[in-house]
């Protein structure tokens, strides 16, 4: 693997090097790159075409890719971008910008621990209460709680400033945790 120091781009190396630079500094993000693509299709099936599309642009592109970068961040940049040409193609409605309904919050939201146990049970509930985010909220928590990215390689992927991450981020853990309070409170009702 390429030193953190070496300033080499893969243009510089042997043509059929290409390939083995490429597999051995992308493909270990392949499955962060299918985790990104799935919570923002929600489909296995569209998030294998969208990563099998990213990683083809990926590859075309990997002479651009400078060895002492964010390989992580780049790989999922690209993930995200082509996921949201992907949608824009096919689902237009999904890519929607937050509006004041988005922004609005519960300020008693917070569970007890009886009710945080309860939830944490019920991983289907927390998917599906995940799903119904907007977008941008969702890409920015599985960026950060699945893929435990920094908030600076957040900031890169999404292409944001470092503050945008930190309270979208926060927005979207309020929403999140709203999200799953009503459905486990519907599903008590029942």
Known sequence: MFSQTNNTHSADLPKESKQKHFERVMIPYLNAAYNLARWMTRNEHDAEDVVQEAYLRAFT??????????????????VRNTC???????????????????????????????????????????KKALEELPLHYRVILILREMEELSYKAIAQVVDIPLGTVMSRLARARQQLQCHVLEMASKEVRR
């Open 61 to 78: 592109a990997v002479d651009g890719f400078r060895s002492d970068g964010n390989a992580r961040a780049w790989i999922l940049a690209i």
């Open 84 to 126: 949201l040409t992907w949608l824009q193609r096919n689902r237009p409605k999904e890519v929607v910008t937050a509006s004041n309904e988005d922004l609005d919050m519960k300020a008693d939201a917070a569970p007890n621990p009886e009710q945080t146990l309860i939830l944490t049970t019920r991983s289907d509930l927390f």
